[in-house]
Nanobody, 116 residues
Framework: EVQLVESGGGLVQPGGSLRLSCAAS????????MSWVRQAPGKGPERVSA????????YYADSVKGRFAISRDNAKNTLYLQMSSLKPEDTAVYYC?????????WGQGTQVTVSS
């Protein structure tokens, strides 16, 4: 059974930082591209970042470029998202998803709230 479990969300002030983690199990993690997808209230899902299976190539949405960094540890079956210089508009539920452009498997999500 494919499982993706996110952690690390919370309440942070504008300009602050958070590191999200996603523990993967039930599949060969190192063989799959992975993504972070977020969904804000009343909006559709937005791919924030993606990383290829080997970790050599990454993608970022323009809205987070230069502020977020995606990484993975295939030995630990874990995906990460380091978020810095957070803005109120980054407030959303953040999901870990298997795949780069199409996501069949998602985690349960972790809430990130950026507010003073």
């Amino acid at each position: 059974e494919v499982q993706l479990v996110e952690s690390g969300g919370g309440l942070v002030q504008p300009g602050g930082s958070l590191r999200l983690s996603c523990a993967a199990s039930g599949f060969t993690f190192g063989s799959y591209d992975m993504s972070w997808v977020r969904q804000a209230p009343g909006k559709g899902p937005e791919r924030v970042s993606a990383i290829l299976s080997g970790g050599g190539s990454t993608y970022y949405a323009d809205s987070v470029k230069g502020r977020f960094a995606i990484s993975r540890d295939n030995a630990k079956n874990t995906l990460y998202l380091q978020m810095s210089s957070l803005k109120p508009e980054d407030t959303a539920v953040y999901y870990c998803a298997r795949g780069r452009d199409r996501w069949v498997y998602w985690g349960q999500g972790t809430q990130v709230t950026v507010s003073s």
